[in-house]
């Protein structure tokens, strides 16, 4: 079974350029979570998607950052204009679906390593 | 708000000798469930053991085992005979509601 795909692995940009994350998740998988892993912290849910509908965004800083899963699979985060303190790791998960998450598991991805200069 | 704890930035271990990692939360909900994820250098998080709060009875999975003290919020990580593939972060956290809650993550060294 193939895992979580990200990409890119690295991105580097200066602060108030804009950036896309990609995050293609488990075949099948019907909730898909995006998360913000600053260093030395543990991971912050920024956003929770069932199919291609909002289950919660309540943490996703709405003026620069945005999601979408428009067909119900594969799913970008954008940030735009981007700041210092976007610098963060951005971890991709789905699960089979939103009761998953607590009888089985998220699976994770790799994530894309963002630096804001 | 709903707080996840890890007062342990750091521990180390012997390999085949026992670590127990502290965590302890705060919630108002009575349903949740609590986890503990483990994070390789490599970034990507792994299940370890996963907790119901309506249990009783402490989870087991194979050397990893936790200690769930639900009246003290409390949810410890007992890892048994460690390895040096234990060595990783390790994230407890909190699932309530909606929403997903992690701690800060202890960084877990394994002493060949």
């Known amino acids: 079974e193939a895992g ?3 990409s890119p692995r690295y991105k ?3 602060k108030r350029q804009s950036v896309a994350f990609w995050c293609n998740p488990i075949s099948g998988h019907a909730t898909l979570y995006w998360y913000q892993q600053i260093l030395g ?7 929770q998607f069932q199919n291609n509908g909002v289950v919660d965004d309540s943490q996703l800083p709405k003026d620069r950052f945005s999601a979408e899963r428009l067909k119900g699979v594969d799913s970008t985060l954008k940030i735009q204009p981007a700041k ?4 963060a790791v951005y971890l991709c998960a789905s699960s ?3 009761w998953a998450r607590r009888t089985d598991t998220q699976y994770f991805g790799p994530g894309t390593r963002l630096t804001v200069l | 708000a709903q707080t996840v704890t890890q007062s342990q930035p750091e521990m180390s271990v012997q390999e085949a000798e026992t670590v127990t990692l502290s965590c302890t939360y705060d919630t108002s909900e009575s349903d949740y469930y609590l986890f503990w994820y483990k994070q390789p250098p490599s970034r ?8 119901e709060a309506y249990k009783q009875q402490n989870a087991t999975e194979n050397r990893f085992s ?3 003290q639900k009246a003290a919020k409390s949810f410890s990580l007992k890892i048994s005979d460690s390895q040096l593939g ?9 699932d309530y509601g909606q929403n997903f809650v992690f701690g800060p993550g202890t960084r877990l060294s394994v002493l060949p």
Not at chain 1, 41 to 47: A, D, E, M, R, Y
Not at chain 2, 44 to 51: F, G, H, P, Y
Not at chain 2, 86 to 91: E, I, K, L, R, V
Request: proline share 2%; with cysteine.
């Open chain 2, 66 to 68: 936790v200690n769930f």
């Open chain 1, 96 to 98: 089979l679906d939103y």
């Open chain 1, 84 to 87: 210092l303190e976007d610098s």
């Open chain 1, 4 to 6: 979580v795909a990200q």
């Open chain 2, 44 to 51: 990507q998080m792994i299940l370890v053991i996963r907790q």
């Open chain 1, 12 to 14: 580097i940009i200066e």
């Open chain 1, 41 to 47: 912290q543990g991971p912050k849910l920024l956003i």
């Open chain 2, 86 to 94: 234990d060595a990783a972060m390790y994230f407890c956290g909190l």
